[in-house]
């Protein structure tokens, strides 16, 4: 079954630090990866995506995430935070199952 | 832009009443979810609707039911409400599988 881990449960930071949350997935078959944001007393936020193509996939606001099959990693960073940074984020990916699963979150604190 | 929709942002209910949750979303999408959140567990997967009428189970159906009359509005019954059910709840709609989730903004509920 689909198993999505994100390494790092908090995360804090001062701002204008980069930042790297980590995530990987498990899966033997062709997989859509999603990085999700969600702000306090929120729902989730589509924060970018990778279906196919260029394994390099950017958001409006900064982050980006590679996709990287060999690793079966989906890591997100930013160069450098902002204190509007501050959520929690949420790496999933669907596969052969059709279901999307979750990883468990990171928090991220910036810190000024 | 997608908007889901969930009736109430807060909700309080006693142990053993029987508790409804409403979700709708306007972009006629195929597909509606239903999630709990808990902290440390991230999302969890209720129950899922490919199109009217239809459910499948998801990883903790248990002490859940879903209604899905119109394409639009896909419901969450809680039978017999339990206090192990207090969590926020998140909804969420999708065209086609595999394509990104769009949330509502999620329903504390308490059971006390």
């Known amino acids: 079954a689909q198993s999505v881990t994100q390494l790092d449960s908090q995360v804090p930071v001062f701002e204008e630090a980069p930042v790297e949350l980590r995530c990987n997935y498990s899966?033997?078959?062709?997989?859509?990866l999603f990085w999700y944001v969600q702000y306090p007393n929120q729902g989730l936020q589509l924060l970018l995506k990778?279906?196919?193509?260029?394994?390099l996939v950017e958001s409006i606001n900064g982050f980006e995430a590679e996709f990287n099959k060999s690793q079966t990693s989906f890591h997100l960073r930013k160069p450098s935070v902002h204190i509007s940074d501050t959520a929690e984020y949420f790496c999933?990916?669907?596969?052969?199952?059709?279901?999307?699963?979750f990883g468990k979150g990171t928090k991220l604190t910036v810190n000024p | 832009d997608v908007k889901v929709t969930q009736s109430s942002r807060y909700l309080v209910k006693r142990t053993g009443e029987k508790v409804f949750l409403e979700c709708v979303q306007d972009?006629?999408?195929?597909?509606m979810f239903w999630y709990r959140q808990d902290p440390g567990l991230g999302l969890r997967l209720i129950y899922f609707?490919?199109?009217?009428?239809?459910?499948e189970k998801g990883d903790i159906p248990e002490g859940y039911s879903v209604s899905r009359e119109k394409k639009e509005r896909f419901s969450l019954i809680l039978e017999s409400a339990s206090t192990n059910q207090t969590s926020m709840y998140l909804c969420?709609?999708?065209?086609?599988?595999?394509?990104?989730?769009?949330f509502g903004d999620g329903t504390r509920l308490s059971i006390l």
């Open positions: 969420a709609s999708s065209l086609i599988s595999r394509q990104p989730q769009h």
């Open positions: 899966s033997s078959v062709s997989v859509y």
């Open positions: 990778y279906l196919s193509g260029s394994t």
């Open positions: 999933a990916a669907v596969g052969g199952s059709e279901k999307l699963v």
């Open positions: 972009m006629d999408h195929e597909n």
């Open positions: 609707s490919y199109d009217v009428k239809m459910k």
